[in-house]
């Protein structure tokens, strides 16, 4: 019965989130649109942040409670800024943010096109600190948390992904440096690990035929495509818990034990595949992957 008090009979319990206002960026589709959608039924109200304007809006209309969006850049520091400040006055405070907003591209670094590879490290690295830049002061007002999504890609970088895992790197320590700035303010901060989960980004890159074979050389369970939901599922859990560390599938947190080793593991593995895949990497396409990254390329043509 203990497990009954501060609840009334036939009455059901107040959702977790209820009350609470989360913003997350590149809330348009994959991740960020799903997490968008359990914080919302998890009573939350839902500031969603992107390029897509038409795909942000349907998001909305498709979401349980209030919501709002708002077309913004990550990179652009001054239209995030303005993003905060209307948020703000839209919605009354801020508790959570979710930097969710990212880019990717693939291939040997040495044919890599140097504005899609300092793209990806802009969009990923740079618009996670423009966002906590930008809501830190509502954070702190409201003693909320702020959530970086990073990658499997932070812990063990791999080859042909070097841009995409210099930014994630880049990210986790950002977090971990910025949670120590403000813990003591009552700010929570943390950092999601995600592997290769089922999402445009990840379809985009298993296009391309030399990618999407050197991800199966991978070791299991790294070499696998995991379902969408369930990974979410445990982000939004950790978002409730404010955790400083989340994990979309359970065995990353192993991975944080044995982080020290991987780089001389990959380096082995990978000199062996990238030598027997050296005759076709002048195949590998040079831009952004899939819908997402197709978006982001779209919006930079506008804008200039």
Known sequence: MSGMAG??????????????????????????????????????????????????????????????????????????????????QRFGRVDIVVANAGVASGGPFVQSDPETWRRVIEVNLIGGANTGRAFLPALLASRGYFLQIASLAAIAPAPMMTA???????????????????????????????????????????????????????????????????????????????APHVYGQWWLRGMQGVRGYLPGLLATAGKREIRRMEPRLANVGRGLVGAGGEADEAGRTQRH
């Not at 009455?11 to 609470?20: D, F, M, S, T, W």
């Open 7 to 88: 609840q009334r009979p036939g009455r059901p319990a107040r959702p977790v989130l209820q009350g609470k206002v989360a913003v997350v960026t590149g809330a348009a589709r994959g991740v960020g649109e799903l997490i968008a959608r359990k914080l919302s039924a998890r009573g939350a109200t839902v500031a969603l942040v992107g390029l897509e304007e038409e795909q942000l809006k349907q998001v909305g209309e498709r979401l349980h409670g209030e919501s709002a969006h708002w077309y913004a850049d990550v990179t652009d520091h001054e239209a995030m800024g303005r993003v905060a400040r209307e948020v703000s």
């Open 164 to 242: 995409y895992c210099a930014s994630k790197s880049g990210v986790e320590a950002f977090a971990h440096g910025l949670r120590c700035e403000v813990g003591h303010r009552g700010v929570g901060v943390g950092v999601a690990y995600l592997s290769w989960t089922d999402t445009d980004m990840v379809r985009g890159a298993d296009r391309d035929e030399v990618m999407r074979e050197m991800r199966q050389k991978l070791p299991w369970p790294s070499n696998l495509t995991y379902p969408l939901g369930p990974a979410v599922d445990r982000i939004v859990a950790g978002i409730e818990r404010r």
